[in-house]
């Protein structure tokens, strides 16, 4: 069994290791240095955070204290404001320095967190000077979160650099909803990051037409492999499967050692067990984090499962 985290390829040259811990939510957000040293320690080796998550400065430390050492662990953090305030274009180039000496070092992959970050008529131009500051060497690669494909067609014209990645809540059940946004980063080789990628597990009422399915498969791996699979390992080996880089989270010492474990698997689903998850998944529409991708965005005309 393989003990290294796999990777996947930026179309900026660079590698991304597939699964994050994030500390943007729950009790990791809440306890930051405690949980992310157990995620360190665990072998996991990629961070996310964001300047509203309040938890940079903690990064920057547990990434000080870690024998790992920075080279090994790649940080991702994003541009933003409290409670969704746009950001002034003349502000930005503060607010990159300010993430920097906070981590203490430049982050390997920087995000506009959402389009509403720019004030309206500016998302172009927050995009050029991200383009200015990585040529520049005050970032690194450069990818933007929570964008619809009018978001894209902003920063497309003229741009320097595409985003190295999209991250935005990807699960089975919001594929049919998403169709035309990874239609358009399959065109550009934009790869797709997942934050909320256990809903279908942890936040939807019911479970959905997935539940059974995901258990059958879980017990299924649990068999073959003695260990003890769950239906939320069995969400991120699917993940995976899709290419798409996971952004979980844990405050839980035991579930951080899990997703660690997780991280290191190889890859264990069948491709019928992968086909049936992503067909089952694009009949519901299911999800958590409403505030910005249903936005101006179409809905599928689908049940939500509950
Ligand atoms: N770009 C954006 O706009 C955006 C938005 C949201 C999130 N994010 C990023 O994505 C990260 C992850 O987001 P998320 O929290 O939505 O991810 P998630 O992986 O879908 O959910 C993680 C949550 O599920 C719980 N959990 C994990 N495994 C579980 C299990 N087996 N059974 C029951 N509960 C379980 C965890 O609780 P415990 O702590 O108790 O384990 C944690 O609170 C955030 O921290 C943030 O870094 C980005």
Redesign the pocket.
């Given at each position: 069994m393989s003990q290294t985290i796999a990777s996947f390829n930026l179309h900026d040259g660079t590698t991304i290791p597939w699964l994050a811990w994030?500390?943007?939510?729950?009790?990791?957000?809440r306890d930051p240095v405690n949980s992310g040293t157990h995620v360190l320690n665990a072998g996991i080796n990629h961070i996310?955070t964001?300047q509203i998550?309040n938890t940079e400065e903690a990064t920057g430390q547990i990434v000080a204290a870690s024998p790992l050492g920075k080279d090994k662990i790649y940080v991702t953090s994003?541009l933003g404001a409290p409670e969704d305030k746009p950001i002034s274009l003349d502000s930005i180039r503060g607010a990159v320095a300010e993430t920097t000496r906070k981590l203490g070092f430049i982050p390997d992959l920087f995000l506009i967190?959402?389009p509403f970050v720019a004030h309206p008529g500016e998302l172009k131009a927050m995009w050029n000077t991200l383009e200015d500051l990585k040529v520049e060497g005050k970032l690194k690669s450069i990818g933007v979160?929570?964008f619809r494909v009018q978001d894209f067609e902003a920063i497309f014209d003229g741009a320097r650099f595409k985003p190295v990645v999209n991250?935005i809540e990807f699960h089975p059940y919001v594929l049919s909803h998403l169709e035309p946004v990874l239609a358009l980063q399959a065109k550009h080789g934009i790869v797709t990051e997942a934050?909320?990628?256990?809903?279908p597990?942890?936040r939807h009422g019911t479970g959905g037409p997935l539940k059974p399915i995901l258990e059958r498969i879980a017990a299924r791996l649990t068999k073959s492999t003695g260990k003890d699979v769950?239906t939320?390992t069995v969400l991120l080996l699917w993940t995976r499967a899709q290419g798409v880089v996971a952004?979980?989270?844990?405050?839980?010492a035991d579930?951080i050692r899990g997703l660690a474990e997780v991280a290191k698997l190889p890859d264990l689903l069948e491709q019928g067990e992968i086909d049936e998850i992503t067909r089952v998944g694009k009949t519901v529409h299911f999800r958590?984090?409403t505030e910005h991708m249903e936005v101006d965005f179409p809905l599928p005309n689908l049940p939500s499962g509950l």
């Open positions: 994030g500390c943007g939510s729950g009790q990791a957000q996310d964001a998550y994003k967190h959402n979160s929570n991250q934050f909320g990628p256990l809903t597990v942890v769950d939320a952004v979980s989270a844990s405050g839980n579930r958590h984090y």
